[in-house]
Nanobody, 124 residues
Framework: QVQLVESGGELVQAGGSLRPSCAAS????????MGWFRQPPGKEREFVAA????????YYADSVKGRFTISRDNAKNTAYLQMNSLKPEDTAVYYC?????????????????WGQGTQVTVSS
């Protein structure tokens, strides 16, 4: 089992920045790629970004490329999502995910473990 706990979501103005984090515990963190998904109000959950153990492969959704940066600190078993130039359409519940799929961007069926989610609200 892997437990994932997100933190760092909050209300921010458009153009601002946030850096949610995801703390992992349980089974070996190194076995998993870490990712972020989001679910806007009334919409399906969608892929945002993912990173392999070594950081050698990083994937982003087109909608966040150039604005968001995913990273991980394996010594702390923690993943981060630096979000800059936030837009109102980035408003969503952001979920941390762990998956053994490393060779392509994660899809929701690939995810082995989910966090509980953290709310990010971007006001215009």
């Amino acid at each position: 089992q892997v437990q994932l706990v997100e933190s760092g979501g909050e209300l921010v103005q458009a153009g601002g920045s946030l850096r949610p984090s995801c703390a992992a515990s349980g089974r070996t963190f190194s076995n998993y790629a870490m990712g972020w998904f989001r679910q806007p109000p009334g919409k399906e959950r969608e892929f945002v970004a993912a990173i392999t153990w070594s950081g050698g492969r990083i994937y982003y959704a087109d909608s966040v490329k150039g604005r968001f940066t995913i990273s991980r600190d394996n010594a702390k078993n923690t993943a981060y999502l630096q979000m800059n130039s936030l837009k109102p359409e980035d408003t969503a519940v952001y979920y941390c995910a762990a998956s053994t799929v490393k060779w392509r961007p994660m899809r929701t069926p690939d995810v082995d473990y989910w966090g509980q989610g953290t709310q990010v609200t971007v006001s215009s």
